[in-house]
């Protein structure tokens, strides 16, 4: 099997240097500002959205966004529309659509299968949620919204309510806040829905401070952002698990009035009943917002990816293991089982290269 490496995809945020993120929050301040400017910044160019997963948000967001360039799009919203209900593999799929597109956006209900994408696409692929595990271009909207109304990215304390364990927007978006000094999280969850162990070991290893409590009201009142998240039902194993969890964390006025007058509240949407629409007038909820900030930072990742100037980085950095698995269920190299097994690591822990869970050696 042949392997391009060198297209400017983006599968995790951290495989890039902050000043990149910089950049790019840069331009999409400078786009959001005077977006006309930009109408046909990728004239000519062609863009492939390949959803085997709803969206609105990340999916209309994407497709405008290059519209708004001047491109056009291609892609599915619905598998089963698509040749995947015949059983195509993620590798067939898009080595044909990555030769018509000059960028592939791909969300996929599995954990690595966009870096799966990554390895066979002729084209750079842009991770828009891979199951349970990362979703960049939702931090990199949650961090223009960030520089936008609090102005910074640094010396914040921030808390992540809800589904912690499931909710890749809170995975990517803590991985990216532990990179800026000064920060401090407040992990509010139940203890089923905890933060992943290996998010966790980021913090940690970042030197950033971290506490997990079980009350949004003990909380609410120390917070600067307040990042709410809906327990994400189709991640459970089965009903009863998620009927124990739905409900335990509401975000009604009354706990608005517990918190800071500048406090804000982010919600990578859609929202359940986390928060009740009595709460959209409050001042301090900005997730409407947020959703449109998502626009101008897809605009200026695309433009950037098919500038093609930045150095590209490395898909795999770790060496293939043949008979080993990766421990986690939900990891793309069940599923598509040609995929090589790249783990990164060496000694009795690896590191799976597509979930990033940690395996014990077998
Ligand atoms: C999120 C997602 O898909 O992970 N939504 C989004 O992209 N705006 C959050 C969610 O589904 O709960």
Not at 44 to 65: C, D, H, N, V, W
Request: contains cysteine; hydrophobic residues 35%.
């Amino acid at each position: 099997m042949s392997y391009f490496y060198n297209n400017l995809n983006l599968i995790d945020l951290n495989d890039f240097p902050v000043s990149w993120w910089e950049k790019l929050l840069d331009l999409g301040h400078k786009i959001k500002e005077n977006p006309s400017d930009y109408a046909e910044a990728c004239k000519g160019k062609i863009m492939g959205t390949l959803f085997y997963e709803p969206s609105t948000r990340t999916q209309m967001s994407f497709q405008t966004a290059m519209l708004r360039l001047g491109g056009t799009i291609i892609g599915f919203d619905n598998p089963a529309t698509s040749s995947v209900a015949k059983g195509e593999n993620i590798k067939d799929t898009t080595k044909i659509v990555s030769g018509y597109a000059d960028v592939l956006v791909m969300r996929h209900p599995v954990g690595g299968s966009v870096k799966a994408a990554a390895l066979t696409s002729d084209c750079p692929v842009v991770n828009a949620g891979d199951g349970g595990h990362l979703h960049p271009t939702q931090t990199l909207t949650d961090m223009l919204t960030l520089k936008e109304e609090k102005g910074t990215l640094e010396n914040l304390t921030i808390g992540f309510c809800g589904d912690l364990k499931n909710g890749r927007t809170v995975h990517s978006l803590l991985k990216a806040m532990s990179c800026f000094k000064g920060n401090k999280f407040v992990l509010i969850s139940t203890k089923e829905l905890a933060l992943p162990a290996y998010v966790k070991d980021i913090l940690s290893a970042s030197g950033h401070e971290y506490e997990e409590v079980s009350s949004l009201d003990e909380a609410v009142g120390r917070l600067d952002v307040l990042y709410m998240t809906r327990i994400q039902q189709e991640r459970f194993a089965s009903e009863e698990e998620y009927q124990a969890q739905k409900g335990n964390y509401i975000l009604d006025k009354s706990k608005m009035a517990m918190a800071k007058s500048d406090m804000i509240v982010l919600h990578p949407l859609p929202r359940v009943d986390e928060i009740p629409l009595e709460v959209d007038d409050d001042e301090r909820a900005m997730y409407f917002k947020q959703a449109k900030y998502g626009m101008y930072i897809r605009m200026a990742l695309i433009m950037t990816i098919l500038k093609n100037e930045d150095k590209p980085a490395p898909l795999i950095t770790g060496t293939e293991h043949k008979h080993q698995k990766c421990s986690n269920p939900n990891c793309i190299t069940h599923r598509e089982t040609y995929l090589p097994h790249y783990f990164r690591g060496e000694g009795t822990t690896l590191e799976c290269e597509y979930c990033d869970e940690r395996t014990l050696v077998e």
